[in-house]
């Protein structure tokens, strides 16, 4: 019984770090996109993930002022000392070195592709619930999905009322997950329910 409490405890403290990088792979997209920083939403990301972004900011800055290095440091660093610490916890012994940076390129990856997943679920329902939505968090979704819709609407333009993009940027999301992500995470060779959302 203790055990199974043990198991639990360390699966909802690896799922707690995993909303966090999720957290802050979302600041890193917004800033990517050239989000609205002064969104409520925005400050509320922000304000979340200053603690530990702020540690790598005093060396790591952004790059053409889209890309925070810091803030891709930062996810990439906690989850690596997570995995160690669960690692560390169930007995099991440090991870090969290798596998561990692997694993955190995985979980990078993992979490940015579902917050585009997500989004774009959010950005579909609010063009049939509410087109023109003012709300904080339906900007913010519209500014965050419109980077990676644009360039698909150049190829295949709307059909009148409907728009295919969303259909070929959901397939795409998950072949990059399931071939790049899933390899990523057999060649680390850690369990995938430690490096995923």
Known sequence: MGNELGSAGLMLVNSLINIYLFLLMLRFLLQ???????????????????????????????VAGRFDLATLAAGFVLKVLSIIAIFMVIGVGMPPVTGLLIAGIA??????????????????????????ASHPGA???????????????????????????????FIAINLVDGLL????????GISGALVGL
């Open 107 to 132: 979980a990078l990856a993992n979490a940015i592709l579902k917050i585009y997943f997500f989004a774009l679920i959010v950005m579909i329902i609010l063009s049939w619930v509410a087109p023109n």
């Open 32 to 62: 990517a996109s050239r989000a609205d920083y002064y969104n409520p939403m925005s400050q509320t990301v922000v304000k979340i993930t200053q603690p530990v972004v702020g540690l790598f900011q005093g060396f790591l800055g952004p």
């Open 139 to 169: 900007l913010l979704v519209m500014q965050l999905v419109e980077p990676i819709m644009a360039p698909v609407r150049k190829v295949i333009p709307p059909l009148g009322m409907i728009d295919l993009s969303p259909i070929v940027v």
């Open 181 to 188: 992500v899933g390899s990523l995470i057999r060649a680390a």
